[in-house]
Each structure stands twice: as C-alpha cells, then as structure tokens.
C-alpha cells in the first residue's frame, strides 16, 4: 500500500477559464486520477484546506506531491515546518514546476530556488541524463512536451544528488529538469514540467516520470528520529 | 583585506564562573584575538547586540562565525533568515559547536541537525579524513583535545559535500567533526570543537583550522542573485 | 530471483590453519549459505577459477560480491576490467574488507584507495550514521564486532555518495566503514569488516548488513550502454 | 608560480589542411600562448614525445591540460596511469572535448565516459549554472560559440561534484560541457568545447574559463600520499 497526500493550490483553475478547461476537476485530481489503484490510496489538499494537512495526515503519508504558484505565501509557515519536519522523518515529496518557490521546498533546501523564466509556450525536450534511475525507468533518450512554460539557469539550489532530466527549449534555454536530493531520512524529487496552462499531467512520460518518482520516494522504512538527546556511553545504556 | 564578524551568544561567559574563567573576555573575543590582523578585521555581536546584524553588515561581511548554545530560540527569526540570505548571496559561515541547533544553521541544511550529547570530558582525536583539503593544511594525521564534549552519530544533516574531519572519543563515540556544504553562492564549515568549559579556542590545531576555514569560506567574488525574474528569449535582451 | 556471484581468493583458508579453522569451506560458502534462497541464486569462484568470471556470467548477475586479500595482483587485468565494465552497464557490486586494493575497486574508483592498517585484534563499534538507508535496515545506533583488524584514516576514495556506517575501534583509529558510490549504471557498495582471521561472516549485523547491500545494489532494470554513437538532430532519426 | 604542462595529440594540425589553417602551431600552442606569463611556466608534449611525461614532469606540474581525438590507445598505458597517480597525489588536471576518451580521464572517472555526437556545426550555447565558482568568474549568464561539434546525454561519468556549466545546442541537445570532480588529492575539471576544426580556444570566454579552471586545479599544498603503511596505535608512535 502507497499512501500519497496531494496539495494543489487550486487558484489558477477556480479563477482562469483557460486553466479550467486544461484541468476542470483541479490539478489535484488530475494527477489523483493516474496515480489512484488497488494498491494506492490518494488524498488531496488545496488552499482551502490546507490547515488540515496536520502532523496525523503526515504520518501516514508515504509521499506528499506539491504543487503551488501565485499563492505560496498563504501557505501558513507551521504547516510548511509541518511538511519539512516530515520530509526529515522519512516522508517521500515530489515537488512540480512552480513549486520550486514554495515554502517547504525552500525550507528543505536551504537557498532561494529562483530561476528565469517567460512564457512563450516553448517546446521542451527532455533528456534522460541518468537513464538507469529508477526514476527514468520507461523513458527513452529523450521526450518533447509541445508548449510549456521555460524555465532557465542558474536554478538557485544546492548541487542535487542526482541530476535525471536536464530540460533544452527551443527559445534557447537549459534547466535541470529533474533532480533528487535527501534531507535526513527523506527523499526529495523536483520535477521542472507542470503548467497550469497546458495538458503537461495528461502526457504518458510524465505520468511514468511521477509514478516513478512515487515508487523511489517512497520510504523503505521509518525510524523514529532522535532529538539530541543526553545519551551515556556505549556499552553502558 | 577578510572581514570577519562574529556572533558569539556570550551567555555562559556570563552566568558560569567556570566559564569565565577559561573565557574572561568571551568566547567571540578569544575567536576574535587570533583571527586579527594587518589583513583581517573582525566585528563581533553577542546575543545582546544581535540585532545589530543588518543586511548593511552583512554586505560587508566576508565570512561569519557564530557560536550560540542556550539561547539560539532567542535570535529572531528575520536575523537568522537574513544570515541564510547572506549564505545564499555568497558570504561565508563557519559554525561552531553547539551552533548545529542555531537557527541559520537548520535553515540552511533544511534538517533537524539533532546528534546525542554526553559531558564526560572525554578526549577527542580528530583525524584528517581529506589531508589535502585547504581546510587541513597545517594539520597531521590526527590531533588530540583532551577534554571535550561529545556528540554523537546519527547526524542529521544532508551527506555533506565534504567531510574533513572524523572525531573519535575515548568514550566509544565518532563524529562527523568537520563538514562542509554550499547553499548557492555561499560556503558552509561546521567544526565540533568548542565546547565553552574548556579551553578549544587557544589550542594551536583549533585555531588554524579556523584560520584555513575563513581563507577558504570567503567568496572568490559576489554576484548579484536572481530572483526570478522574468526574462526575454536569449539572444533578445 | 537475485543473481549473486561471489568472488573470494581462497588463498588464506587453504595455506592458515588458523584461518581453515574459522571458514573450512572458504569465506565464499561462509557467505554463500546466508544468501541462498528459493529467490536467490548463488555462483562462486576463486583465484584458480577467476578466468571463468566471463562475460556471460556477469550479464547474468545482478550483484557481486569480492573479496581478495594476498593475491590481487594474480587476477588478470582483463577480468578486473570485465568486472568493472559490467558495473557500468548496471551490476551492482559489494567489495569487502580487503577488497579496497583489489583491481576492479581501483578501476572503479579512480583513486589509491589506501589506507592505513594493524592487527591488533581490536574491537570495532560501528556506529550507524545513516539510520534511514536501505542498507542500515535492521541495524541498530551501533553493533560490536569483538575483534577485528583495524584500518584508519584517510581512506584514499573520493567522497562517497553516502556515508552509511563510521567504525570506532578501541586503539583509537576510525575508518569510513560503509560507503556507497554509484559508477555509471552500477551502484557499489564498500564494508570494511570481514578480517580472515576472525568469524565476522557468521555475525548477525554484518549478515544482515550484506543482505541488504545486495537488495540495494540490484539493478532495477537494465539499459544498453551507448557507445559514443554517431547521431543525427534529435526529430530526424 | 604556476607550472602548467598541456598534452595535445598533435595528429590533426600534420594531416588535415583545414585543421592546420586554424592551429598552424598546434593546439598546445594556442592553449600555452593565452596561459603564458611571468608567472607561469609552460611547458607542451604531443604524442611524439608522450613518453616524455614522467613522474620527474609530474611531480613539477601544477596542473595538467589534456586534449586527444583519435590517437588514445597510443598513449601507452603507464603514462595514463602516471597521470592518474599525480592526480591521486594533488596535480590538477584539466580534460577539454575529446579528451572525454583519453585514458587518464576514464582511469579517474572509473566510468565509460561514453556520450553522443554529430558534426553539424552547431551554435552551442553555454550556460553558467553556478556563476559564484571560481572557474566562472567573469562570464556572464551565458556566452555563445558560433560553430561547434555537439556532445549529446547521456555522459557516462559519475554525477560531478558541481556541474558549472550546461551546453545548449541549436540542433536540440544538452550537454553537461563543465564539470568537477575530485579524485584522491587532485581536482579534475571537464570542460566540453575544443573541437579542432573550430578557432575555440581563440574565444574570450573560452580562454577566460580554462585561465580559471588553472587556478582553481592548482593544489593548494601537496601531501604524501600513504600508501597502506602498517601503523602502531595512536599514541604509540
């Protein structure tokens, strides 16, 4: 059993006809709809309830998923320290696209996480730089998504773990697409792709890309973490 | 020209005659007196004067160095956000010790930065694991502290880009003594030693670590961050 | 199924009686009988066998295991360059204890991989600093092995991916004793335990610890290395 | 004083007139012209007098400078080998374009370094992801090269310790074309372009990278390598 906990911020889809017709149920659920099986149980979060992701969701949260954009600061900063203490105890989060400014995000990682960007509906293509990670099992040399928005270096984050996708525009640009990172007992995957103005979460690498991403981030197991404590000498406990 | 500045909480120094003895002046002014020179000049700010750390002086800052212990819950949250910003934008940190719970530190691993602790006045021998770093040179194949307090294993931090240095104590512990990380454009030394019963500050070994940590933390040059801006096509600027 | 092959020199447990005593069927079967299984199959070779470690066996081996003491030298350079290309392709590898000097580690690491030694038949507590890896499962804050040969610091490898276990031994030294590295599509996996001379193989912990490693090191799925191919533009294959 | 020592196969520059036009001297002299000064010595061998690289050249050599295209597997074997020793020792090393394949690199990379390529004439496009690192200092957010040959991912080489810059290529490829890596003592940086039909290394930003890449690969202080000496417990000396 795969417990995974999504938070949208889901403003772009209630507000921008344009988004509410790419997206109609929220990007929550259209990224709830291809991860949901007999052996996954998904539930979702947006602005509106975002006080209920409490300490109780995330300890029975395998791997939180994160998307957010124009709306990052109403995040209260306790339920982001909430997500990030998770993360240390050993809770998997993906992070998508506009993401990389959200507040766990930056918590976890320690910089600014800014970046460039424009929105000239530029095709990406997206290379596998690491093809024999788990993450990138199913996905050739490289796929193209059609139109999304670009992103571009220098990605203001410490140097990933591993480096999976490094995404090529056709405006011009590069960005590291797809990274991992670990923080204390848990794993960190930012994915560059994600949109709210384009059918990004209905393309089939990108769902492998995610399920992939839920089945790495996913904890082997859980270990209680200590919290500096007194200890005597070993071998005299 | 460094310019160092030093937060030292200055707590201890204060309220422990044992304390005061080993560190009459304070821990930031025994930091202080070897660091000095023609070459170097050195501010220092205690807990008292911690809001005198501005965005102004830490423009002006090439490397930090902060020790805290008792009280890091009462450095304020925007000080402790603007020391990150500085990291971030490119100065250097050293932190020392019992600054592992401080908060800049926590903000910049994106952990918990929790160890176990006993006070038994053990001996250390810290072991050069990366002779040839710039941060060991001077430094043999171990030296030894003869009283200290220990910390022990599980660190939690993210693996650290480097580890310099390994402490053994004759307890029956080891230690990650010696750590370094990069948070954007700034350079991170955490060191174990100092604990303020005892007299680390005026061991010779101690002091040029500390010497080669500044020369090594200092920003070879600052550039301006980027803070997400909106950009044009390459080529179109 | 998990396919094991098992390298061990088979030189001490035929020429030391002292060493016959603890491993009367070599360190291989020692090894061996704890792994077998209905879902894991097991093949060994030795010094006298080595040529036959072809490409055929190791296309059909998701994870090695090596060890080799006196006689690293006799193994062929071609068969430690088989070794190391197959890592490269995918197959996971776990080098053990003396391994450190053996041909293909070398290859793999790119380095000297020196390090300093005595037999003193220390205790060594190998201190867990990693509680959350996959190959920690199981393991404690710390385990004690009675007696040991002992290896210090610097350990000539590059820093690891992860430091996964930190050894104390009781005459003071401490040693990196878990470290993974990833080579490629391979992941590696370095013990320092595992002494000839005494009966660390039959130890719980390091059992459990191996068991682990090979689980880890398993190729999740396998790839066809590029060759520096020649190719055309992306879009016109 | 810097002691620079370039490797440059020399092959291209005898046998093809277009390549000659562009280096008439040679590509070693075209890389020694720019690093030239009071205080650096240079010094240049081609694979006529590759033999000449001795550990005496070594040993005074702060940082090596390799380029080699089609003539690898005529650098014998214990000059690629010395190389990777000096490196393991401290000598910085610098590989350019297709000295990807040389033997030194893959014995320090442990790794097949395998990547893509075509000949097209590409712009390449270079991108400064870590524009604080010393080797990037002085180049923008990005320069451009008008005609190179383009490298495709996957690179097969160990993920780098900083990926300082990404190349994008008009014709639809990335490519990690500057990394880091150290190995032992030596610092290691790959950078992608030097193609020899193009004037490259003619470039202002070019040569302003590799000027860089020199001082930041030179060794800080040079250290004995141990080499797996028995030792007596600490203290016991």
Known sequence: MTRITIYNEFVHEQTDEAVREVYPQG????????????????RCFTLDTVEGITDEVLDSTDVMIWW???????????????????????????FLHSGHHSKPFRLLMGTSCNLTWRE????????????????????????ELPHVETYGEPFGIPQPDEVVFIGWYEGGEVFRSGCTFHRENGRIFYFQPGHETFPIFYDPNVQTIIRNAVAWAKPVYRIPVLEA?????????
């Open 229 to 237: 404590p007194h200890v005597v000498r070993p071998g005299q406990e």
């Open 68 to 94: 957010g954009h124009l709306r990052h600061h109403l995040v209260p900063d306790e339920v982001a320290q909430r997500v990030k203490d998770a993360v240390n105890k050993g809770m998997g989060i993906i």
């Open 120 to 143: 000239d509906g530029d095709m990406e293509r997206i290379w596998n730089v690491c093809p024999s990670h788990p993450i990138a099992q199913g996905i050739g040399r490289y796929f």
């Open 27 to 42: 990007i929550h659920e259209a990224i709830a709809s291809f991860l949901r099986g007999d052996d996954v149980q998904v």
